[in-house]
């Protein structure tokens, strides 16, 4: 089993940064994928990055590229969201999930990930 609890989230205007933090506890890492995910009222979950633990290979959904950085440490068993010029779109409360089994490639699916934490909220003021 693996326990991932998100931090970091808040309430900031149109152009500030957020940090999130994801800790994972439970079992050691290895053969994984993290992923970052938002929802936002009545729409459907959506990819915001993934990151290979093992080897560091970092995805990202069109609609963050340039601005989030997905990074994680190893030895705290962390992964972090850097989120920049955040926008209002990007209110939402954000989960990590962390995907067993990992073979390869972006997995932009929440059904592909099998443990996921309780989320975070953002909002963005404009």
């Known amino acids: 089993q693996v326990q991932l609890v998100e931090s970091g989230g808040g309430l900031v205007q149109a152009g500030d940064s957020l940090r999130l933090s994801c800790a994972a506890s439970?079992?050691?890492?290895?053969?994984?994928?993290v992923g970052w995910f938002r929802q936002a009222p009545v729409k459907e979950r959506e990819f915001v990055a993934q990151?290979?633990?093992?080897?560091?290979?970092?995805f990202y959904g069109d609609s963050v590229k340039g601005r989030f950085t997905i990074s994680r440490d190893v030895a705290k068993n962390t992964v972090y969201l850097q989120m920049d010029s955040l926008k209002p779109e990007d209110t939402a409360v954000y989960y990590c999930?962390?995907?067993?089994?990992?073979?390869?490639?972006?997995?932009?699916?929440?059904?592909?990930?099998?443990?996921w934490g309780q989320g975070t909220q953002v909002t963005v003021s404009s």
């Open positions: 990151i290979n633990w093992r080897r560091g290979v970092t």
């Open positions: 439970g079992r050691a890492f290895n053969n994984v994928a």
């Open positions: 999930a962390v995907r067993s089994g990992y073979s390869g490639g972006i997995n932009p699916n929440p059904y592909e990930y099998d443990y």
